[in-house]
């Protein structure tokens, strides 16, 4: 950090003796220029021992060779203060944690080198992995580590990296879909987007396709729009609209959807509409949806469902989501007309406002369609309409008369229930119980509240907790919560669906996040090192004049008995930290939890620097010592940053 740490080399000599001001000046000059071209090798009581031609050893007798041949060593230990002085640090790299000498020594019977078959034995008493893959690693460090040599062993720096390489020793079960996909969709937790066409905030960032690209890029299965008339009412605009944000033009969206809604996964995507159009316009867009996806498009042939399909059964297909389109009262009972464009669907227009029009009254709470609260009055759908309707494949409804209406299972037919995050919350206070059943076999969307103008997010576990299938996050945004999201969904290889557990689809036995459970699991995390900060960052960007002083803090994110953060003790000055320290979770409710790793920087008179972050679900994580990829704020994995940690489950 920014706090003064002592120099384990020798500061510039300050000669006193001289008398003037100019030569002492000329004189630190050219010993400081003479330093940083050919520093000194490090000191023997500074040094650690280290097995000879071992790249750690090699990194640190590359210190005294021109700076031109090993510009890494170099700056990594000087650091210059106050413009004249050199503070010089040693560069060492630290070698395995004594667990992983241990083992080494254990499986290799104490020889300098270990085989195929002793790796073999490893893996499968200690990492838990099966005998097939002990092969293809084995061949997989040697190419990586000796590609221009003929071996067939493993020296203990060879068994090292392995161990502290992500792409051979990932932490999580490997990336392929393992869940069984046949069960309706109401079955799975889905990767959900809100208002996924905006770039920055709610208020007057551009409108775009990239957003909705690198959403499914990412492996996100629902997508939203806002679509709403041009000023000429004759062309159709995604924008947020009461806002200052710039529009685009919605065939654009459908066509980047249609070209990129399978790159990361082949199971359904879901369009959700939030329409403000009047019905030539719906008509239109009807079109437009028809021409651009074609048989990729899932149009039931009922007009309501009354169970999901699969996951598996919609593979490779488009489904749209909206509300039905209004119908239009054309009998003599009533000369009154419903709106003609389709308000606050699956909106935040109690907080953004709503659209004075002359002719139309607001839909109060819970009201599906006008067909659901007009008996015995003759209606009649507009040309067009119908066209618009048959594209429902999902019916959505908002909790408009009440939770308590709203949450009602009817058995004949399911549908799609949006509330907003302040609803949710009050829902599962009050009627957490109505909330799981309804999940069960119907599908809820949870949606930011229209407060968070910065495109902030908010706490996903509340919905993951009732069963909400579908908890929708501003993914241009990051922070805390969006990391949370990322972590769930890194589950059943990244497609995007992850099967809810079972507690949460008992009918007869039905889960309440808030009682209290005894311990299912007891998670221990073992934090020994990280790595890979002095590639992928300045020297300086942490401190000035210093390396920096890492800490890690381990937590859980799950039910409330279960969440926890712990943190490790801070390392002083140190490019590649060594902690080992362990740390105990229990667990009421395993099958929720994911666990929180965070790396900062100590800093005494500031807020502490980020150094790295990431969120992995507790099912998926592979027992024994394993490599942890960390990402950066936003979510994008870093290059090389990295830590070496150990999972055991007891």
């Not at 729009?225 to 654009?252: A, C, F, Q």
């Not at 509300?323 to 953004?352: A, C, F, H, V």
């Not at 009050?426 to 509240?449: S, W």
């Amino acid at each position: 950090g920014s706090r003064a740490a002592q120099s384990r080399g020798k500061d510039a000599p300050f000669l006193s003796s001289f008398p003037s001001f100019f030569y002492i000046s000329l004189y630190l000059s050219l010993y400081i220029e003479f330093q940083s071209r050919y520093p000194k090798r490090p000191s023997q009581r500074n040094t650690k021992y280290l097995p000879p031609n071992s790249p750690a050893q090699l990194r640190i007798s590359s210190v005294s060779l021109p700076p031109s041949l090993h510009r890494p060593a170099e700056i990594m230990g000087n650091y210059r203060m106050c413009g004249c002085f050199v503070r010089k640090f040693s560069v060492i790299e630290s070698g395995p944690p004594p667990d992983i000498a241990d083992a080494f020594r254990k499986y290799t019977g104490g020889a300098p080198v270990m085989f195929p078959d002793q790796l073999r034995l490893f893996l499968a008493e200690h990492q838990g992995a099966d005998d097939g893959t002990a092969g293809k690693i084995f061949a997989a460090i040697l190419q990586k580590r000796h590609h221009l040599f003929s071996r067939h062993s493993l020296t203990l720096d060879d068994f090292y990296r392995y161990l502290f390489s992500p792409d051979l020793n990932p932490p999580t079960i490997a990336d392929q879909v393992y869940q069984d996909m046949t069960k309706p969709l109401s079955h799975y937790f889905i990767y959900t987007g809100h208002n996924s066409y905006l770039t920055g905030n709610q208020l007057n960032s551009d409108c775009s396709d990239i957003p909705i690209i690198k959403a499914l890029k990412r492996g996100v299965r629902v997508i939203e729009l806002d679509i709403w008339p041009n000023s000429d009412k004759d062309e159709i605009h995604v924008l947020h609209g009461r806002t200052l944000t710039t529009p685009v033009e919605v065939l654009t969206c459908l066509r980047s959807i249609k070209e990129y809604a399978f790159v990361a996964s082949p199971y359904p995507v879901i369009i959700t509409l939030e329409d403000h159009l009047t019905t030539q316009l719906q008509a239109k867009v009807a079109q437009m949806i028809k021409d651009t996806f074609g048989e990729m498009l899932y149009c039931p042939d009922a007009e309501c469902l009354e169970e999901f399909p699969s996951p598996e059964d919609l593979k490779y297909r488009i489904i749209i989501s909206t509300k039905p389109p209004t119908e239009y009262l054309m009998g003599k009972s009533s000369t009154r007309k419903r709106s003609k464009s389709q308000k606050d669907k699956d909106s935040d227009d109690e907080i953004w406002g709503r659209e004075a029009a002359a002719d139309s009254t607001d839909r109060e709470d819970g009201e599906m369609s006008g067909s659901e609260s007009s008996e015995g009055t003759d209606y009649e759908l507009l040309s067009g309409t119908s066209d618009y309707k048959r594209l429902i494949a999902i019916q959505a409804g908002k909790a408009k008369s009440g939770l308590k209406q709203a949450l009602r299972v009817d058995c004949a037919k399911v549908k799609r229930l949006s509330l907003s995050e302040q609803k949710l919350e009050k829902a599962a206070e009050n009627h957490g119980e109505e909330v799981i059943r309804f999940t069960q076999k119907n599908i809820l969307r949870v949606y930011p509240k229209g407060t968070r103008f910065t495109s902030s997010n908010y706490k996903p576990l509340v919905g993951w907790m009732h069963g909400a299938q579908m908890v929708a996050f501003n993914m241009q945004g990051y922070g805390r919560a969006l990391w949370l999201m990322h972590g769930m969904f890194r589950s059943n290889g990244g497609c995007g669906y992850v099967k809810k557990p079972d507690l949460l689809m008992d009918p007869d036995k039905l889960f309440t996040p808030k009682s209290q459970l005894p311990v299912k699991k007891t998670l221990k995390v073992k934090v020994y090192a990280g790595d890979g900060w002095h590639l992928d960052f300045k020297q300086t960007h942490f401190d000035k004049y210093s390396p920096p002083d890492f800490y890690t803090r381990v937590g859980i994110a799950g039910v409330p008995d279960d969440v926890v953060m712990k943190k490790t003790r801070v390392k002083e000055d140190d490019w590649a930290p060594v902690w080992d320290e362990e740390f105990t979770f229990q667990l009421t409710v395993p099958e929720l939890a994911l666990l929180r790793i965070e790396v900062h920087e100590y800093d005494m008179s500031e807020k502490d620097d980020f150094g790295g972050q990431t969120c992995l679900p507790v099912s998926e994580l592979r027992p024994g010592i394993r490599a942890v990829p960390l990402f950066n704020r936003k979510g994008e994995k870093y290059h090389s940053v990295k830590l070496l940690m150990r999972f055991q489950f007891v």
